[in-house]
């Protein structure tokens, strides 16, 4: 497989992971360029590879490109992480990640990191009170961390145009997290519309759009490398 792209995401690189944390990786790959001129499409579900052991999700470069102007929180975080937790990289990938803010745009990441954080929220909204399985209250908490920190990053994306993927302080985003599983909900609703309300009145450096014609650039060159 033609893997441009890949590393180490999720709770490793934010610095949350716990003993019991997976090691999640994420990459870009590129399909042989004559796939697309086929009947069948290199597109969907066909464009990811999901792998278990270990867990890996590499999303054709097509489809991470749609992933990334969307301002997908997951898919973006690739271009930004620090040097040393990428595991593979390419010239192509390199150059993707020299673009990485052609993907950015004002509406699109406040939508996206907050819409993220909303159904966060709406996950530890319906388990109620705190009084639940201990297995539930781990997941809770983790829920929880992950709202604060869809929140910190988005807030902090938003208002500098840079993707700060390592948390300065994870204790915090740990306490949060277990003061919403012993039932503090509405600590975590006042902090998503406190953070939706500074949003609204932050002068944000992003564009309108994101820079398509960059991105369209960029796949060009994939495509003609592996014609």
């Not at 406040?110 to 996950?123: E, H, I, M, S, T």
């Not at 145009?161 to 609703?189: K, Q, Y």
């Amino acid at each position: 497989m033609n893997v441009l792209l890949s590393g180490i995401v999720g709770s490793t690189a934010y610095g949350l992971a716990t003993p019991e944390s997976d090691v999640d990786r994420l990459g870009v790959y590129a399909a042989p360029t004559r796939e697309f001129h086929g009947l069948h499409l290199p597109i969907g579900k066909k464009a990811s590879k999901v792998g278990t052991d270990p867990d890996v999700t590499l999303h054709e470069a097509g489809k991470w490109a749609g992933l990334a102007l969307g301002c997908n929180p997951t898919a973006t975080e690739l271009v930004w992480l620090p040097d040393d937790l990428y595991e593979t990289r390419t010239a192509l990938g390199d150059d993707l990640i020299g673009i990485r803010s052609a993907f950015l745009s004002a509406g699109r990441v406040r939508d996206a990191y907050l819409g993220y954080a909303v159904a966060q929220f709406k996950r530890l909204d319906n388990r109620g009170d705190g009084s639940f399985s201990a297995d539930t209250r781990k997941r809770t908490a983790k829920h929880a961390r992950h709202l604060y920190r869809l929140v910190s990053q988005g807030e902090a994306l938003y208002a500098t145009g840079h993707l700060r993927i390592r948390l300065d302080d994870p204790e915090r985003f740990r306490s949060f997290g277990e003061r919403v599983a012993d039932g503090a909900l509405d600590e975590a609703r006042a902090m998503l519309a406190a953070a939706e309300e500074r949003i609204t009145r932050t002068r944000t450096p992003l564009p309108d759009r994101p820079d398509e014609e960059t991105v369209e650039r960029w796949l060009h060159s994939v495509r003609a490398a592996f014609f």
